[in-house]
């Protein structure tokens, strides 16, 4: 699930964030810090992602968001914990590079690496039109977060009827056909996503 926070002010789509945050002006935090309990599994930084490489612009396995998104992604965070859920985070800030790098590869038709897991009803030419990868994304502002809940009683991922990135009609959020159970995990990450100032993309 991907969401965004609303009111969030901050610009620097065509900027990399500094990781050294002690000497960085910026108003970014890491969510390993403002967030300590959720998860990473930052899937850009590895090869476990449509394009089967790691993505320009991840130096590190981190997520950043800005202040005010972190403050209230801890928020949703404590709401979750309280039902017996962790936040699984799956990409946060994303540099401009990073867009840069998914325009590339999109235009490269040859490059199908990744297309059973990731896209396997779509060419990967539609991607960008029809909005499942933005080249102005809410990502490289820093308000903008993928992620998904995990389970502390059975240490697993939730069920959802759906897994990160996959592009295609079970990812639409007004998607029936999946089981009650899968669309009622869906509704409490977005209730608390959206009680908490976020909006679904
Ligand atoms: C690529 C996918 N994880 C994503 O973030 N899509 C939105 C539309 C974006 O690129 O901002």
């Given at each position: 699930a991907?969401?965004?926070?609303?009111?969030?002010?901050?610009?620097i789509s065509?900027?990399?964030?500094?990781l050294?945050?002690?000497?960085?002006a910026?108003d970014?935090?890491l969510?390993s810090?403002?967030?300590?309990d959720?998860?990473?599994?930052?899937r850009?930084?590895?090869t476990?992602?449509f394009?089967g490489?790691?993505?320009d612009?991840?130096?590190?396995p981190?997520a950043?968001?800005?202040?005010e998104?972190?403050t209230?992604l801890k928020?949703?965070?404590?709401d979750?914990?309280?039902k017996g859920?962790?936040?699984k985070?799956f990409?946060a800030?994303?540099?401009?590079?990073?867009?840069n790098?998914?325009?590339?590869w999109?235009l490269?038709?040859?490059?199908?690496?990744?297309?059973k897991?990731?896209?396997p009803?779509l060419e990967?030419?539609?991607?960008?039109?029809?909005?499942?990868i933005?080249?102005?994304?809410?990502h490289?502002?820093?308000s903008?977060v993928?992620l998904?809940l995990f389970?502390?009683?059975?240490e697993?991922?939730?069920d959802?009827g759906g897994?990160f990135?996959?592009f295609g009609?079970?990812?639409?959020?007004?998607?029936k056909?999946?089981?009650k159970e899968?669309?009622?995990?869906?509704m409490?990450?977005?209730?608390a996503m959206?009680?908490?100032?976020f909006k679904?993309l």
């Amino acid at each position: 699930a991907e969401f965004a926070k609303t009111d969030t002010i901050n610009e620097i789509s065509n900027s990399d964030v500094k990781l050294n945050l002690s000497n960085d002006a910026s108003d970014f935090v890491l969510l390993s810090e403002a967030v300590p309990d959720a998860i990473l599994e930052i899937r850009y930084y590895s090869t476990y992602n449509f394009v089967g490489t790691r993505i320009d612009g991840y130096e590190e396995p981190v997520a950043l968001l800005t202040k005010e998104a972190a403050t209230a992604l801890k928020k949703v965070s404590d709401d979750l914990k309280k039902k017996g859920y962790r936040l699984k985070i799956f990409d946060a800030y994303r540099p401009q590079k990073a867009v840069n790098h998914f325009m590339r590869w999109a235009l490269d038709t040859n490059d199908v690496a990744m297309k059973k897991y990731f896209y396997p009803e779509l060419e990967k030419n539609v991607l960008f039109p029809q909005g499942y990868i933005a080249e102005h994304s809410g990502h490289s502002r820093g308000s903008t977060v993928d992620l998904t809940l995990f389970d502390m009683n059975t240490e697993k991922e939730v069920d959802m009827g759906g897994t990160f990135d996959y592009f295609g009609l079970l990812s639409h959020p007004d998607y029936k056909n999946i089981t009650k159970e899968q669309y009622n995990n869906r509704m409490i990450l977005r209730e608390a996503m959206l009680n908490n100032g976020f909006k679904p993309l």
